[in-house]
């Protein structure tokens, strides 16, 4: 029999995303978020590219965030609705983290293993920051696709993408459960 984990494994069957609208001050202190980019940097990475970076947005810099949204929204021809949706995360936001995948010519490791390895790297960072007691949530939106943006509010650089915002903060309310995947749906076995 292997050793178990039964807290972890516990934890990872009953893990719950805060929505990003519930978090509010305080959000983790530097030294805290450390400790949580630290867990979330011990993410599979083949070939050691490290093919993603951090960026942290700490509340002064929401606004800024929220107010090149707009201006992406109204470039590219967003409902009112769409552009109020896409400021939100930045307007009630406390503090974020942008993971960045940082695309690497490799002979070995194709972009989209990179690009796997940035999303795992955005789950790592939400499950430490739960697991840390924190609210958390992964977002991204419409305006994390938009070149202009990218390079205006983050200076990406044109091999950079975002991958992900993981917004940390404190649970404002316990949200729901939610209805998860059918197993029997979504599996298959192959014994031979």
Request: proline share 8%; glycine share 6%; aromatic share 6%.
């Amino acid at each position: 029999m292997p050793e178990q984990n039964a807290a972890a494994l516990d934890f990872l069957l009953n893990r719950r995303s805060r929505p990003a609208k519930t978090l509010v001050a305080p959000v983790p202190s530097r030294d805290e978020l450390q400790v949580l980019l630290t867990a979330a940097a011990r993410t599979p990475d083949h070939g050691k590219l490290e093919p993603w970076r951090f960026i942290v947005i700490e509340k002064p810099a929401m606004g800024r965030l929220a107010e090149l949204t707009t201006a992406a929204g109204e470039r590219l021809g967003k409902s009112p609705e769409d552009i109020a949706k896409g400021r939100s995360q930045f307007e009630l936001g406390q503090l974020a983290v942008a993971v960045i995948e940082v695309q690497t010519d490799s002979p070995k490791i194709p972009a989209i293993e990179q690009t796997y390895s940035a999303g795992a790297v955005c789950l790592a960072l939400l499950n430490a920051a739960l697991a840390a007691g924190w609210g958390a949530n992964w977002l991204s939106g419409w305006v994390s696709h938009d070149r202009q943006f990218c390079e205006e509010a983050l200076s990406l650089a044109p091999h950079e993408r975002i991958a992900g915002f993981i917004h940390i903060a404190t649970e404002g309310t316990k949200p729901p459960e939610r209805p998860r995947p059918d197993l029997e749906r979504i599996t298959s076995w192959i014994s031979t």
